[in-house]
């Protein structure tokens, strides 16, 4: 398996600039989610779902779009950049996540984004 | 005040050294979790616990629920050990995706 998988790897925007990140895992996981890791803080979540089709808003789901049309994918949009979303950004897995299941997340490598 | 707090933010050890890391959350949990960011930004799962101890090689979890109190342990730590450790709690009750953060622990083991 190759867990979870993040593209690029590391992406350089202007302000106003879209793009997608890419995430996919190959774990057959219910539950995955995005997050930003910014100097000084703890890594803030921005989006998670628990199945194909559901999505819903994290801590900080501004100025950020995702889907789930599929398991296995998981997209974060961009859609206008600005210096604020300059992070580094991890997509994570796991099983289902019904309310007090204990399962460990599995997390990409991450990708490390500047917005000029 | 953050729902998770972490000490220290930075240690330094020498190798063989035995390292405690603590994690105090003021929320109710139905998990703890404690994580390893690797100096190439790569994050593992260590452990997952809602009670009791868990050990892993040198590595030991302890969770204390009514203190609401985590510690990891390092054993006999080595230069390999030198990363980031970051707890994180599940919130009891909370949405599904309410995983909280510490801000971490910066480990460095020196030879």
């Known amino acids: 398996n190759a867990g979870v998988t993040q593209t690029p790897k590391f992406q350089v925007l202007k302000t106003g600039q879209s793009m997608t990140l890419q995430c996919a895992q190959d774990m057959n996981h219910e539950y995955m989610s995005w997050y930003r890791q910014d100097p000084g803080m703890g890594l803030r979540l921005i989006h998670y779902s628990v199945g194909a089709g559901i999505t819903d808003q994290g801590e900080v789901p501004n100025g950020y779009n995702v889907s789930r049309s599929t398991t296995e994918d998981f997209p974060l949009r961009l859609l206008s950049a600005a210096p604020s979303q300059t992070s580094v950004y991890f997509c994570?897995?796991?099983?289902?996540?019904?309310?007090?299941?204990?399962?460990?997340?599995?997390f990409g490598p991450g990708t490390r984004l500047t917005v000029l | 005040k953050n729902e998770v707090e972490q000490s220290p933010q930075n240690l330094t050890a020498q190798e063989g050294e035995f390292i405690t890391i603590n994690c105090s959350y003021s929320?109710?949990?139905?998990?703890l979790h404690w994580l390893q960011q690797h100096p190439g930004g790569g994050i593992v799962s260590l452990f997952m616990l809602s009670s009791g101890k868990k050990k892993h090689g040198r590595l030991i979890a302890t969770i204390n629920i009514q203190e609401k109190h985590s510690s990891l342990h390092i054993t006999a730590s080595h230069p390999r050990d030198s990363a980031v450790y970051i707890c994180a709690v599940r919130n009891y009750g909370g949405s599904q995706g309410n995983l909280i953060f510490g801000k971490g622990t910066k480990l460095s083991v020196k030879p």
């Open positions: 994570a897995s796991s099983r289902s996540d019904v309310l007090g299941s204990r399962d460990t997340q599995y």
């Open positions: 929320v109710g949990i139905s998990a």
